[in-house]
């Protein structure tokens, strides 16, 4: 299923399902369900299904949807004879791509075994501004890993979500907040599902809330409304950070070579100011006070301020009347709102009795919290400028105390981690290998210029250019950018690429129409310049018809799965949960789990991690997988948690225990830890929290884990960029822009596509939304969710779309500097007039999906990805820049900007562009004229 | 007497058609079903649904409210669809109050939806029968789900808990409450049908702040030694 | 609304039914000295469009076999007691024409039980749809009387029509009286249209919704693809066609056949055409009926998003 993971029953009739249903016992949906959850059914019984291997037909062009069926022996046979052979020549040949899956600590594994850093999972274009934005802040951060403690929060305010990856549990406890008379502010252009039960909407300018967020912020520090004693314990506030121009360490951290290192991995000798002995001494100093504004000599000279004296200054001119330009949002509202923030987090503190220890050792009677949460997805992430103004949100939620405390932001294990996490990157073209696995796993967080992936003239070594000087924190790589620069050959031509649950060639790429092209496109040797595609679908995607091979999957029914902790599992507030799935229903056809194949191929492969020293297959499925593997021999840190150790009594960590599925069968499905009371707060300096986790594997250190209000990290990149730092410098052609971008201190800059669009010719931004009835783009072969979403109209404000000549219900060109889309249009009250928007991904290619080529997705619904380019010309002649976070790669979808007008009376009423219809392939059941779901009767095939 | 009946509460439906498809789920392999699907794959698709989640937006930009908006039948207290029906198909049952169709005797004359003011019946065009909202007869009182799961479909299901399911006559169910308290209310009241199903309205929390609240003698600032700025008017001036 | 054809079939097929029926009774009340055949070919006539209305009828229902069962629930509902009321009337018809047949003399008894039935099945059929509250162009008198005067306007205009080949001596009369009921129903159905024009629907957008704003506007209706409800009660056709329909249906259904039947008077053979085109004109009329129509759950289903 997607996403959220909720948990669920199924009812069969005669081997057919016959009801799924939330399971009530399950901790994360407590028997609450989606629409899409109730419309399993319909999945598992879609004619889109694929059911046999299949292998493009001998002498047909790729792309003409044309494929013969084979075994499972010749596609394995296929496969290991072109896998191996890259393996063992140039493994970064292999290129290794995986969607919306819940499987990264497989596929990760599998990308590592094989010896290609060539892999990345959705993230990149997903929201990695979030996670990084806030992980490199306070080591963790919304998404899966922490959220908004609505239970107690009195005032929560939503920035720019539409649905959450976390939804159903989103959407019980925002209506359980509001039943006790919460206050809900919902900051967003457009007010729909969630912002429509808000209290207050308040429409802001897309890709603005950097702007908005400072002025905050500048409000709360002028009225004195931060929490002072959270700042100079938790955070870097105190610090004294290097003014000395000169220096080569000018705006890192002073660092006292007295004081205690306690990571020598990570040291924290700092300094604070004690502004009651007006001297330097070590943070954390029984007995000291740091000052937080102020500027002062070293007594060696060196001129030094408190980060927070910096934040200040940065904020200085950020006032709600500069915001108010840009936002849109009037000033007084943006003073009222902090206000609120600001008053209710002072005054209305939460204390809870329970007794804690602090990382230094001082005991805390009692956890106290201010009851103001937030909580915000794609709306920050999902524009060039959302790792900053993620930071600044971060910073802010810490100004007012909010972190892992009651009421506010509350941790989910694995986090918190260190800032930023210790895995890193591999560090150069030598860590790949022939017939090697990395050295470590292929994403990470990189610390300094020195953690990069690049090559001695600083350029990339990835083939999505992760790690590289383009975009230094791509913590989840940039898949986006993947087709393209195989096709480009830029950084280096691949060979064989393997898609993963990605519907690539429609809604998960930018500039989808020429992405097509690309992925047929022939060099002057008759090749295709991307050798070889492999598509691991359970449906007929756009994407399908691009593949040389299709592996069909099995559905979320059919399989066994783990949400593990080793990638995202489904914690709760108060301690670690995992989960699995168990197959409920018998693959449909020759239907295998990507899983097994992964298995399978690992053994033909012979990956260390998956043989045994004999030379033999160390598992023989993936559930023994799961059982038996361990992250390192005798680790007892596996895939899940639960029911570990021989008899299956420990938690956490343990010999394997051959009954470990049965275990959780017999317990929902999940696993949950909860955590001692004293442990489940103040995660980032409680000792017995650090402690236990250390133990349990969650974490490789203890030392706490300090808020980063200004990033001693990102200066560092600013400092190679500037020359001023020994070791890996940026390309000439990046220096500047890495100067720009690495600001130890939040900023907001504007969109950079608002460089190359000239403003005036395209004054409109244009964003989509998820629509809760339907996940991307699969849901569209749901017989009942398609009833819901059809076809998708462009929502227009009226005045807006009045000023243009557009009428209700008309059709009309909505075009950027990058493509145009004839579309219909839809007048609305609820959106910004600068922005227009639609549903995502509901707009099919034509025939995709085993829908007919009459049905309405291609006909009147269309995708705005054509709209959105991949790339940004750079100001260098010939280079061209991923249309990204320049931070941490993240896919600027939210970015675009467009302009609208009418479709001419005589043009044809249908969406543009059209691509030629897809037919059904061999092995597809068939869609018939009309369906009375009745689950036993033996009829739904 | 015994009126079952939904309470919707409007002030937290998220509209996330989450009722919508499970109701059609539980019902078209239930005693209602099977419902169908009507060009499932292909142009225009439309099928039976018991229950529809539909949006308004009120007001204009930028004081917009943005309401989703649950239907499905009232199970009026007067229904206007039962005694149209020639049939007697459709019939009001005594001990609860459910409205339901008897799928046996209709004869598909479609009559009782046109004297349903609220278009909530839905003709069945593969069975050719009315079909509507049986308020999930077949689970309510169904023995063998636990007691906790003996509620319709849609309101185990909703992720809001904006489904609020009881007895409308019993002033002790949580449904009579949230009505009475929350001001719940009936829809199109002038067709006199009095429905069973109600609304609870949309209900807006402020957070007022007086402008000594924003003066603190504690202020964090003072510590630091520096005076909060003077309000209002901001003046940008709080650096030392 | 929707307009159903099996639906403007029966109503316009069985009114004029009812009304042949009234004039020949009326004929036979006034002495006229005319054959039994007259009479008895005349029921035919009547039975024979009845039946076709009837057959029509089932053609609107999902589950015509089990039409037996519409008789049900004559207590409280119009549909079921048109449902008997029809079938009785047709037995009326019948025994009339049997009477006739057999030279009877109870032919006067019959004829008036059948004209107590054929008054019944006009207040029946009007009333299934003038009993629908909500429905406020509907409910209204002025539906049951209109149903009458149009049912005998056309079955007068049918009389005239039909003596021309039978009786022509009453031709005359006949289309006088034809010309006096299309006159009539022209007066009541005109004043339904001026009453309808000027209707305030009860029911809102803000009832509906129970939403006090002034301004409320659908953006989605849950379902793209259409629903039951987006079909049964939307006529479907352009406003300029319903426009166009209105002054079409009073031309041939009233003005035509009023100046075809005045010319009639000399010319019996216009007759025939008047009642064709009357016929046409009342499908038409029947058909606005429909349409003109506006249920309030439509207020529930304006704006596909
Ligand atoms: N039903 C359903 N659920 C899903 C998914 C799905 O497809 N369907 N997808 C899953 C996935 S992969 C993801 S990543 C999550 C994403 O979950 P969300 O982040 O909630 O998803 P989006 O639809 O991208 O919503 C972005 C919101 O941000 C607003 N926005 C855009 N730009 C700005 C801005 O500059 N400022 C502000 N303040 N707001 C802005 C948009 O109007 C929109 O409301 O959802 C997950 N859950
Ligand atoms: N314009 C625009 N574009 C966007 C976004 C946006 O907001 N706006 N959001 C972006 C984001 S955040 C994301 S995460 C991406 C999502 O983009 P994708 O990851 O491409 O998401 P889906 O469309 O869900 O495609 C998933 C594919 O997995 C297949 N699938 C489903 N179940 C299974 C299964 O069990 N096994 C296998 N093997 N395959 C399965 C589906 O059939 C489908 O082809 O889209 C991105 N694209
Ligand atoms: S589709 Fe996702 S949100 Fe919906 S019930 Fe399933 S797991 Fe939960
Ligand atoms: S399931 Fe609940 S929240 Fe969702 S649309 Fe239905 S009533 Fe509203
Ligand atoms: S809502 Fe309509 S169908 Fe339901 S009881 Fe009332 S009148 Fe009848
Ligand atoms: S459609 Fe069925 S339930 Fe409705 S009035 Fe006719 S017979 Fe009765
Ligand atoms: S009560 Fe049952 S039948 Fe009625 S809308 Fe809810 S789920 Fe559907
Ligand atoms: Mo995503």
Redesign the pocket.
């Known amino acids: 299923m997607c996403a959220c993971r909720c948990g669920i029953r199924v009812h069969l009739r005669n081997g057919e399902v016959r009801y799924i249903e939330g399971n009530p016992e399950h901790p994360l949906n407590k028997g609450i369900l989606c629409a899409k959850g109730g419309s399993g059914i319909m999945k598992q019984y879609s004619p889109a299904r694929l059911t046999k291997p299949l292998r493009r037909k001998p002498g047909t062009e790729r792309g003409a949807n044309e494929f013969e069926e084979i075994s499972w022996d010749e596609t394995f046979a296929i496969l290991e004879k072109r896998l191996s052979h890259l393996r063992a020549t140039d493994p970064k040949k292999f290129a290794l791509f995986t969607?919306?899956?819940q499987m990264q600590a497989l596929t990760g594994l599998f990308a590592r075994q094989f010896g290609t850093p060539n892999y990345a999972a959705?993230g990149g274009?997903?929201?990695v501004n979030m996670a990084a934005g806030m992980i490199y802040t306070i080591g963790g951060s919304f998404w899966e890993f922490g959220g908004p403690d609505l239970e107690r929060a009195k005032v929560f305010f939503m920035i720019g979500t539409a649905e959450d990856h976390h939804s159903n549990p989103l959407k019980s406890a925002i209506s359980e907040f509001k039943r006790n008379g919460g206050r809900f502010v919902a900051i967003n252009p457009i007010r729909t599902g969630y912002a429509a039960i808000a209290d207050e909407w308040v429409p802001i300018k897309p890709g603005t809330d950097g702007a908005f967020l400072l002025a905050v912020i500048h409000e709360i520090i002028a009225l004195g409304l931060y929490d002072r004693e959270f700042l100079t314990r938790y955070t870097n506030s105190g610090q004294l950070v290097n003014q000395d121009l000169t220096s080569a360490d000018y705006g890192m951290m002073m660092r006292n070579p007295d004081g205690d290192v306690i990571n020598p991995l990570r040291p924290h000798n700092f300094y604070w100011w004690d502004r009651l002995s007006n001297q330097p001494v070590a943070t954390h100093s029984e007995g000291a006070d740091p000052a937080l504004f102020g500027s002062f000599t070293m007594p060696d000279g060196t001129p030094v301020k408190p980060a927070f004296q910096l934040l200040k200054e940065r904020v200085y001119e950020c006032t709600p009347e500069w915001a108010e330009g840009i936002t849109g949002i009037p000033a007084a509202t943006i003073r009222r709102l902090a206000h609120e923030m600001g008053v209710t987090a002072r005054d209305q503190k939460i204390e809870l009795p329970i007794h804690w220890t602090d990382c230094w050792g001082k005991e805390h009677e009692s956890v106290t919290g201010s009851p103001v949460a937030f909580h915000s997805m794609?709306g920050l992430a999902?524009h060039s400028n959302g790792f900053h103004s993620i930071r600044a949100l971060a910073i802010l939620m810490s100004l007012l105390g909010t972190i892992d405390r009651p009421g506010g932001f509350r941790h989910k294990a694995p986090y918190p981690r260190a800032v930023p996490p210790n895995a890193r990157p591999p560090k150069g073209p030598e860590a790949v290998k022939p017939d090697t696995p990395l050295g470590g796993a292929p994403l990470g967080w990189p610390e300094s210029p020195d953690d990069l992936f690049v090559d001695e003239h600083g350029e990339p070594v990835r083939l999505d250019k992760g790690f590289s000087w383009e975009h230094p924190l791509s913590a989840h790589g940039l898949m986006h950018n993947a087709i393209t620069n195989a096709w480009r050959g830029d950084p280096y031509p691949i060979d064989t690429l393997l898609l993963?649950?990605?519907?690539?060639a429609?809604?998960?790429s930018?500039n989808t129409a020429e992405v097509r092209k690309m992925l047929t496109d022939k060099g002057d040797n008759g090749e295709y310049k991307i050798p070889f595609i492999v598509v691991?679908?359970?449906?007929q995607?756009e994407?399908t018809a691009f593949a040389d091979l299709i592996l069909p999957?099995?559905?979320?029914l059919e399989r066994h799965d783990c949400m593990s902790m080793l990638d995202r599992p489904i914690s709760e507030y108060d301690g670690p949960v995992d989960s699995v799935r168990i197959p409920v229903v018998p693959p449909k056809g020759e239907c295998k789990p990507?899983q097994e194949v992964l298995i399978e191929l690992a053994g033909r492969l012979k990956f260390p991690a998956f043989t045994n020293a004999d030379g033999t297959r160390k598992f023989s499925s993936y559930p023994d997988f799961i059982v038996n593997y361990e992250t390192a021999p005798g680790s007892g840190i596996g895939f899940l948690t639960g029911w570990r150790g021989k008899d299956g009594k420990k938690s956490m960590r343990g010999e394997p225990n051959p009954n470990q599925w049965e275990m959780y069968a017999k317990n929902n499905c999940v696993h949950q830890h909860h955590l001692h009371p004293s442990h489940q707060y103040m995660r980032n300096w409680n000792k017995g929290y650090m402690e236990w986790a250390q133990q349990a594997g969650l974490r490789r250190d203890n030392d706490p884990i300090t808020i980063h209000i200004y990033s001693e990290f990102l200066q560092s990149f600013r400092l190679a960029a500037q020359g001023k730092r020994p070791g890996k410098q940026p390309p000439d052609y990046l220096r500047s822009r890495v100067n720009t971008y690495f600001d130890p201190l939040p900023l907001w800059y504007p969109p950079l596509e608002e460089e190359h669009s000239d403003l005036k010719q395209f004054p409109l931004n244009a964003l989509?939304q998820?629509p809760m009835a339907m996940?991307?783009?699969?849901d569209s072969q749901n017989a009942w969710l398609r009833q819901i979403h059809t076809y998708n109209y462009l929502y227009v404000n009226t005045l807006t779309a009045q000023q243009a000549g557009i009428a209700d219900g008309g059709w009309m060109w909505i075009e950027s500097p990058w493509g145009k889309v004839r579309c219909m249009c839809r007048h609305s009250e609820a959106v910004e007039p600068g922005t227009v928007w639609t549903w995502?991904?509901i707009g099919k290619s034509a025939g995709a999906w085993n829908l007919t080529a009459e049905a309405n997705e291609s006909q009147q619904g269309f995708?705005?990805?054509h709209l959105?380019t991949e790339e940004l010309p750079s100001a260098i002649a010939g280079r061209r820049h991923s249309n990204s976070d320049p931070i941490t790669g993240q896919?600027a979808?939210?970015d675009v900007r467009v302009r609208i007008y009418p479709a001419a009376p005589d043009e044809a009423q249908q969406s543009s562009p059209q691509f030629e219809p897809m037919h059904p392939i061999p092995s597809m059941p068939e869609a018939r004229g009309w369906r009375a779901f009745f689950a036993g009767k033996g009829e739904n095939k | 007497m015994t009126q079952l009946a939904l309470v919707i509460d409007l002030n937290v439906c998220v509209g996330c058609h989450s009722c919508v498809t499970n109701c059609k789920q539980w019902n078209t392999s239930g005693a209602a079903g099977p419902l169908v699907d009507e060009n499932p794959y292909d142009k225009d698709p439309t099928g039976t649904f018991f229950n529809r989640v539909q949006t308004f937006e009120v007001g204009s930009y930028p004081q917009t409210e943005t309401m989703h908006f649950p239907k499905s039948c009232l199970h009026c207290e007067d229904p206007p669809c039962v005694p149209v029906c020639p049939t007697g198909a459709s019939y009001k049952r005594k001990e609860d109050g459910i409205v339901l169709v008897d799928y046996d005797k209709c004869i598909g004359c479609k009559y009782c939806s046109w004297a349903c003011p609220y278009g909530v019946r839905e003709f069945d065009e593969e069975r050719k029968v009315m079909t509507k909202c049986t308020l999930c007869v077949d689970r309510i009182y169904n023995e063998k789900l636990p007691e906790a799961e003996r509620k319709p479909s849609c309101v185990i299901a909703c992720p809001t808990g904006a489904r609020i399911f009881g007895d409308v006559h019993d002033p002790e169910s949580t449904a009579s409450k949230a009505i009475s308290e929350r001001g719940g209310y009936p829809l199109m009241p002038e067709c006199g049908t009095r429905p069973a199903n109600h609304y609870l309205p949309r209900h807006k929390t402020s957070m007022p702040i007086r402008s000594e609240q924003l003066y603190r003698s504690d202020n964090p600032l003072k510590v630091d030694s520096i005076e909060p700025i003077p309000m209002p008017p901001a003046h940008e001036d709080f650096t030392t | 609304m929707r307009p159903a054809f099996s639906v403007i079939f029966l109503t316009t097929l069985i009114g004029a039914a009812q009304g042949l029926f009234l004039v020949l009774y009326a004929t036979e009340l006034a002495h006229a000295e005319v054959a039994a055949s007259f009479y008895i070919i005349g029921s035919a006539v009547i039975l024979l469009l009845s039946g076709l209305g009837l057959l029509a009828s089932f053609f609107h229902l999902g589950h015509p076999e089990r039409a037996w069962r519409a008789a049900a629930m004559w207590r409280t509902s119009w549909l079921s007691r048109e449902v008997i009321a029809l079938p009785a009337f047709m037995a009326g018809v019948f025994g009339y024409a049997c009477a006739h047949w057999n030279g009877s003399a109870a032919t006067a008894a019959i004829g008036g039980v059948t004209t107590v039935l054929a008054i019944t099945l006009f207040v029946c059929t009007g009333m299934v749809y003038a009993a629908i509250k909500v429905l406020k162009e509907w409910a209204s008198p002025l539906t049951i009387v209109n149903f009458m005067l149009i049912g005998c306007a056309s079955g007068a205009t049918l009389a005239s029509a039909y003596a021309v080949f039978t009786a022509p001596e009453l031709t005359a009369i006949y289309a006088r009286a034809a010309m006096a009921l299309t006159f009539a129903a022209l007066v009541g159905r005109s004043a339904a249209l001026l009453r309808n024009a000027r209707l305030k629907p009860a029911t809102t957008m803000q009832s509906a919704i129970g939403v006090r704003h002034p301004r409320i506007v659908q953006r989605s209706q849950g379902a793209m693809g259409g629903s039951f409800n987006t079909r049964e009660f939307f006529h479907g056709k352009s406003e300029a066609f319903i426009r166009s329909i209105k002054p079409a249906f009073l031309v041939l259904a009233f003005f035509a056949p009023l100046l075809l039947l005045f010319i009639g008077i000399s010319t019996p053979t216009l007759l025939l055409i008047a009642f064709l085109l009357q016929y046409i004109g009342l499908l038409a009329e029947r058909w606005f009926f429909f349409a003109e129509a506006n249920h309030p759950q439509n207020l529930y289903y304006q704006t596909i998003g």
């Open positions: 969607g919306r899956d959705h274009f997903c929201s794609r999902a993963f649950m990605a519907n690539m429609w809604n998960s930018m691991c679908d359970a449906f995607s994407t999957d099995t559905t979320y990507f989509t998820r996940y991307h783009s699969w995502n991904a995708l705005l990805n959105i896919a979808w939210y």
